[in-house]
């Protein structure tokens, strides 16, 4: 993989951003521009990406990434948040990209949710199963799906990709939320998990033993105390702790592991700073991410 090193947080916040949608307080008002977050997306080198919300555009010029040089996109589930397809879509538009193929990888739930809603939105009809082949094969030259079932590793361009399930679902109630975990060239191993509540033991079972370098996980209600200790959905600053001991306990962290909080929604009470100093009093080495923030893959994995 080019650039293995180049781990970009494109963005960091929940569905709103922050400061939130409809809120009267301006980014240019926030004292500290961590807590300025355009909607979650993750960016592994050039080629690769997991989820593509409607800030997409402005991320990668902020970040001088090319979204032409994408190969390989990963789609969490269908909120917009995560999977903006108009935005994805235009593609098929551009007069000057490289004609190389976007290839998608999504959930079978959420293939079909993108499918029929893409045709519905052309010809407000809803499809039968031979236009929604017909549809996927129009965009093929352009843009590919493939399906991934969950705890089945698949090698998508040099990394080694498996999905876990979180405990949220998109637009349909079988889209559950797709968690990755990522082997990239070298060994180095990255979870990214947003949307996702606290996992089902047998994921945790799943994970036991397997060394990750680098776990990122939802905390979209930071300072709240009253989802409970193993919330669905989305974690909080406290549960999310409690799930990184479960993954210690299961053998997952290793001494240099590296741990990061996002998709964080502008309402839940804390700071960026406040979040990072509840953290700092946990015993692990978890921070809160920002936009912006890269992460290098050259630690040691001995």
């Known amino acids: 993989m080019d650039k293995p090193d180049n781990i970009v947080f494109l963005g960091t916040g929940a569905a709103q951003g922050a400061p939130a949608a409809y809120s009267p307080r301006m980014a240019s008002s926030v004292s500290d521009p961590r807590d300025v977050r355009s909607r ?10 997991i989820d593509a919300g409607p800030d997409a555009w402005y991320q990668l010029q902020r970040e001088k990434q090319s979204w032409d040089a994408l190969e ?4 969490s589930h269908t909120h917009s948040d995560h999977w903006y397809l108009d935005g994805v879509l235009q593609k098929q538009d ?3 990209h ?6 998608v990888y999504l959930s079978a739930p959420a293939l079909d949710w993108t499918l029929r809603t893409r045709h519905y939105a052309q010809t407000l009809v809803a499809p039968d199963d031979g236009q929604l082949r017909d549809l996927r094969t129009s965009l093929e030259p352009q843009i590919s799906f493939h399906v991934m079932e969950f705890r089945e590793m698949y ?4 990394m080694q990709v498996c999905a876990i399930p979180g405990t949220h679902t998109g637009r349909v109630r079988t889209d559950v939320a797709m968690n990755y975990v990522m082997e990239l060239p070298g060994g180095f191993r ?3 998990g947003v949307d996702t509540g606290f996992y089902a033991e047998e994921t945790i079972e799943f994970l036991s033993n397997t060394r990750l370098d680098l776990i990122v996980l939802d905390c979209t209600f930071g300072a709240r105390t009253d989802r409970g200790s193993r919330p669905t959905g989305h974690l909080d600053c406290h549960s999310l702790v409690r799930l990184i001991e479960r993954l210690d306990q299961a053998g997952c962290l290793a001494s240099h592991s590296s741990i990061y909080a996002t ?3 502008p309402d839940q009470g804390w700071t960026h700073a406040q979040m990072d100093s509840f953290f700092s009093k946990s015993g692990y080495p978890i921070r809160t991410a920002w936009d912006g923030l890269r992460i290098g893959t050259e630690l040691s994995l001995s």
């Open 40 to 49: 979650s997306s993750l960016r592994v080198g050039t080629k690769h990406q």
């Open 72 to 75: 390989h996109l990963f789609v």
């Open 94 to 96: 551009a007069a000057d």
């Open 98 to 103: 490289d004609r190389k193929q976007l290839r």
């Open 155 to 158: 090698t998508v361009g040099d």
């Open 190 to 192: 990255l979870l990214y």
């Open 263 to 265: 998709h964080i929604n």
